[in-house]
């Protein structure tokens, strides 16, 4: 079965540390892969996405996520971190052709001052 | 601001009772999909519609049903409430109907049931 994995619940840093948050998928074949944010009572906002070509994609925010097919992977990314990306974070992914995207459990991030 | 829009933002209605979720997608988007966030089963796909069909169905319950109107918004019905059915739900759209498509979520609407 297609699935998305984010391995970490939590993840907490502090402000101005880099980030990594991590995302693992499950499929036949490359999916098209999204990174979304979501801050508390708020809808998710997309932060950047793959389809295809370069393996390093630029987001919003400063964010940035690599492609890397060998490991199943789609990790996001930021060299340093503010306070306000205290949020969560969810991967998915939908197989080419479908609809339907799976999502992630997500992640939730904490930024200590 | 996404140009999703969803009404209303909060709900709070009784066990039996039924409820309609109101979204609109962003100008030009002809495909919406409807989502269910909960803290047990994560974010789920309900359904999606494409330019008043539709599309694909995900873990949609028989209780639950969806329609897209001429003018492209969409209504998530919501019959015989269960408390289990309190979550928040979620309206995306997109340009397409697949392919390299990419969703655009609204605000939601968070729904409480007593």
């Known amino acids: 079965a297609q699935s998305v994995t984010q391995p970490d619940i939590h993840i907490t840093v502090s402000e101005g540390a880099s980030l990594e948050l991590r995302c693992n998928y499950s499929?036949?074949?490359?999916?098209?892969l999204f990174w979304y944010v979501q801050s508390p009572g708020q809808g998710l906002q997309l932060l950047l996405k793959?389809?295809?070509?370069?393996?390093l994609v630029q987001g919003i925010k400063g964010f940035e996520a690599e492609f890397k097919r060998s490991q199943s992977s789609f990790n996001l990314r930021k060299p340093s971190v503010h306070w306000s990306d205290a949020a969560e974070y969810f991967c998915?992914?939908?197989?080419?052709?479908?609809?339907?995207?799976?999502f992630g459990r997500g992640t939730s991030l904490i930024v200590h001052p | 601001d996404s140009g999703v829009t969803q009404t209303p933002k909060h709900l709070i209605t009784a066990t039996g009772q039924r409820v309609t979720l109101r979204c609109s997608p962003r100008?030009?988007?002809?495909?919406v999909y409807w989502y269910q966030q909960s803290l047990d089963q994560g974010l789920q796909f309900l359904i999606q519609y494409y330019n008043g069909e539709e599309r694909a169905k995900g873990n949609i319950l028989e209780r639950f049903s969806a329609q897209q109107f001429p003018d492209l918004h969409s209504e998530l019905n919501l019959s015989s409430l269960e408390l289990g059915d309190s979550a928040l739900y979620f309206c995306?759209?997109?340009?397409?109907?697949?392919?390299?498509?990419?969703?655009?979520f609204g605000p939601g609407t968070r729904l409480l049931v007593l």
């Open positions: 100008s030009g988007d002809l495909s």
């Open positions: 995306a759209s997109s340009a397409t109907s697949g392919g390299q498509e990419t969703q655009y």
């Open positions: 499929y036949g074949a490359t999916p098209y």
């Open positions: 793959y389809f295809s070509g370069d393996t």
């Open positions: 998915a992914a939908y197989r080419r052709g479908s609809y339907i995207p799976t």
